[in-house]
Structure formats: structure tokens, C-alpha cells
């Protein structure tokens, strides 16, 4: 049983140190990448840094109605577990009109869907026991199936909207590609695809705080995994 557990804090260590190696790399490649104009990019890798408008009908927000170039809702519901209890995703959804970034020189497409958003959160909301969802959100919950009353009291919940406005500033880093209609679109490659409405500094910070917990914590998971799999061996000597 402690060996399998041993084995568990090992695998889990080297998960979480795998994860800071890909945030370093991550880093790296931003840093090591200089931003393009979009009338010279080129295929292959390229960092580019320009406003948003939609290539296609805009997507409306299902909490603020807002017309935008895209948005995430995210719903976590508070599930209970005998004393316990955790949060649940219960809605996790994405949707653009599709992307196009322009920094006055070009355009290039975005496929959004496929990049890692680092987009700033623009509504929080939370409901429960005494705290009954506004008629909004109430009405984004129904959109889904789903509603904030249980069959007594409200559940615990929380929202969360992000949404992309047309005319954002952004920052995009990926792998450019000939786009069937002209021109070029940034979509993933070499599992490398990052748009962000954060400064270029803001997104290193990121991934360097990010790829310090992994090392730190994988670290510490993988030596305590060693140690209770080597201790009991040499006890026996």
C-alpha cells in the first residue's frame, strides 16, 4: 500500500514538474519571439499585437447579452459530500464569430477556439441559500437546461463571463498559415498558440509563476514519493 502510494506522489511529482517545463518553454518563446508587423509576417511562428473585429456575425453573451467577438461562461455549482464538498464545473462554454487582428498594416485571422485564452474575467456573479441569481443570469441558466433553484433552497453557484469586445487590444503568438481566402491566420502549432488581452509582460509573469509553483511542488512530490518507497527497504537492512 505505501509503495503504490510512493508511486502516486512520484507520477503526480513528474506531472507537475513536466508542466513547469512547458510554462518555461512557453516563456521562452515569448520572450525569444519579436513582434511582427502583420504585413510581413511570414509562415511560421510569429507574435503579433493589434485590435479585434469579428469575420463574421457577432456572438451575443448569454449573462450580459453583450455583441462580441467571443465569450466564455463558466458555472461552477457547489456539490456536496458528506461534510464535505467541492466545486463543479457545470457549464464550460466557448463560442467566436470568428477573429481578425489588425494593427493598421494588415489583418490576419485568429482561430480563437484553438488558442490558449488568457482573457481578463469581466463579470462575477454568485448565488445561493440566501442569495437568489439575478433575473440575467437566472434567464443564461435556462439558455443551458439549467437553473439556480434546487428543491428547497437556491443552490451554491458562480458565474463568471469573459468576453472579447471588437476593438480589444491583444496579443497573439502562433504559428501563421496561408488562409484559403488570402493572406495568413494564427492557429495552433507545435502545441503553441497563446492570445491574451494582457500585456506581453503580464503573460511572462504568468507562466514564470506558473512554472515555479510546478517545479517547487512536483519537486516536493516526487522526493516525498522516493522517500517512502527507499525508507521501508532500508529498514530492512
Known sequence: ??????????????????????????TKAITDTKTSQVSRIV??????????????????????????????????????????????????DTKDAGCVLTDGSGDVRLNLLEAELLLKPDTHAKSGTFNDASPEVEAALASYGRSSQGFIFNK?????????HEGDLIYALGTATSHPQGGY?????????????????????????????????????????????????????
Open 43 to 92: 509562415p511560421g511562428l510569429v507574435e503579433v499585437k493589434g485590435t479585434v473585429r469579428c469575420a463574421g456575425p457577432h456572438v451575443v453573451s448569454p449573462m450580459t447579452k453583450a455583441r462580441c467577438v467571443l465569450f466564455h461562461f463558466h458555472v461552477e455549482e457547489w456539490r456536496q459530500h458528506g461534510k464535505s464538498g467541492s466545486w463543479r464545473t457545470v457549464i464550460n
Open 185 to 237: 491566420q494564427l492557429s495552433k502549432g507545435n502545441d503553441l498558440f497563446i492570445v491574451s488581452d494582457k500585456t506581453e509582460e503580464e503573460i511572462v509573469a504568468h507562466f514564470n509563476k506558473s512554472g515555479i509553483l510546478s517545479f517547487v511542488l512536483g519537486g516536493l512530490l516526487a522526493v516525498g514519493g522516493l522517500a517512502l518507497a527507499i525508507v521501508p527497504m532500508l529498514n530492512r537492512y
Open 1 to 26: 500500500m505505501i509503495l503504490i502510494f510512493a508511486a502516486v506522489l512520484v507520477g503526480v511529482g513528474a506531472l507537475l514538474i513536466w508542466r513547469g517545463t512547458v510554462a518555461k518553454n512557453k
Open 156 to 164: 451554491g453557484m458562480k458565474y463568471t463571463e469573459t468576453v472579447l
